[in-house]
């Protein structure tokens, strides 16, 4: 979050990619059935097929939630908190958490799935730490990297 123009929105492009990475692996990991675990006469996806069904959606919403949200929150942040020590990674882990909650509930009220706006919020949740740990790991690379080069 300290980083401005295009270096901030490289590392949140490459975060959005990575996490969807990330959470598309886990994602056809937990839904694929092995071999030894199938029916006879039922219809299974590859793992393969299962991450690149899953992959195109997820994307999307790490772009939009990453790349076109996290922005707004990062600003929202810096302009009326400080956000030094305990309490700053307080802030910014609690600012990510409560943009999971909404982007669950607007991704529940965008499918018309308002029976399932937990389910939705949580994996919006675990979607925003995901992206919140790998932006912070970049921004923590690059920021190594520059200061090396000084």
């Known amino acids: 979050m300290y980083l401005n123009g295009y270096k901030y929105i490289f590392i949140k492009i490459i ?27 039922v219809g299974y996806n590859s793992f393969s097929g299962l991450f690149a069904f899953n992959f195109v959606p997820f994307f999307f ?14 600003s929202i942040i810096l302009s009326k908190f400080n956000i030094k020590g305990i309490k700053g990674i307080l802030i910014i882990v609690l600012s990510y958490l409560f943009l999971g909650v909404i982007s669950g509930i607007i991704i529940s009220a965008f499918f018309f799935r308002l029976d399932g706006i937990i389910n939705y919020i ?7 730490m995901i992206f919140l740990f790998f932006q912070t790991l970049f921004q923590f690379l690059l920021f190594k990297l520059g200061s090396k080069q000084k």
């Not at 969807?20 to 199938?38: M, Q, V």
């Open 122 to 128: 949580s994996i919006s949740i675990i979607g925003a």
């Open 61 to 74: 919403i790490f772009i939009i939630l990453g790349v076109i949200l996290s922005p707004m929150i990062d």
């Open 15 to 41: 975060a959005a990619i990575v996490s969807t990475i990330a959470f598309t692996l886990y994602g056809s990991w937990k839904t694929y059935t092995p071999l030894s675990e199938r029916l006879y006469n």
